[in-house]
T-cell receptor, first 118, second 109 residues
């Protein structure tokens, strides 16, 4: 089974609809992240969470919200979807491991959700 | 200035040749550096991580880090058609990763 799973894998929705993307992980990592990827713009961080009680905005959080339901689950919501939120969305996880420089806190990515907002 | 820059356009290399990718970053406090490979429509996959100056080798891949000049590079030796992908440079600072836009590599058989 995959270590990081995302549901749904593909979603087509209409402007104004509420959408939730879900991420689950079995890696036992404490840190989880949501990114979006657009052609020509690279990966951009939406929100991140270092534990269940910790939620932080990334560089493009407007129009999005998140919920960290458990250590293993991190959901991304679009309260009222708009066409420019059409993108590929990735969840990622990492294990902090401590402050030694050799603990590089590598992020591992889920398979992605392709979201289209019409 | 963008945080992480990968300026080269698509790179075409013959099979068996060396592919060289470069990345520069703006934050001198950056702590660790990563190269990810991404096939079209798929998720990024970690190739290499490096945190100290110098070279780090893993199989056909070598990452090179120069903090004084603020660049990190990736060499792919004996390039194979399966290496055809987009390579993303990522830099960790302030508890988050900043990604470059990626470089597409095409290995020609």
């Amino acid at each position: 089974d995959a270590d990081v799973t995302q549901t749904p894998r593909n979603r087509i929705t209409k402007t104004g609809k509420r959408i939730m993307l879900e991420c689950s992980q079995t890696k036992g990592h404490d840190r989880m992240y949501w990114y979006r990827q657009d052609p020509g713009l690279g990966l951009r961080l939406i929100y991140y969470s270092f534990d269940v009680k910790d939620i932080n905005k990334g560089e493009i959080s407007d129009g999005y919200s998140v919920s960290r339901q458990a250590q293993a689950k991190f959901s991304l919501s679009l309260e009222s979807a708009i066409p420019n939120q059409t993108a590929l969305y990735f969840c990622a996880t990492s294990d902090f491991g401590g402050w030694d420089p050799s603990n590089v806190d590598t992020q591992y990515f889920g398979p992605g959700t392709r979201l289209t907002v019409l | 200035q963008k945080e992480v820059e990968q300026n080269s356009g698509p790179l075409s290399v013959p099979e068996g040749a060396i592919a060289s990718l470069n990345c520069t970053y703006s934050d001198r406090g950056s702590q660790s550096f990563f190269w990810y490979r991404q096939y079209s429509g798929k998720s990024p996959e970690l190739i290499m991580s490096i945190y100290s100056n110098g070279d780090k080798e893993d199989g056909r891949f070598t990452a090179q880090l120069n903090k004084a000049s603020q660049y990190v590079s990736l060499l792919i030796r004996d390039s194979q058609p399966s290496d055809s992908a987009t390579y993303l440079c990522a830099v960790k600072g302030n508890n988050r990763l900043a990604f470059g836009k990626g470089n597409q590599v095409v290995v020609i058989p």
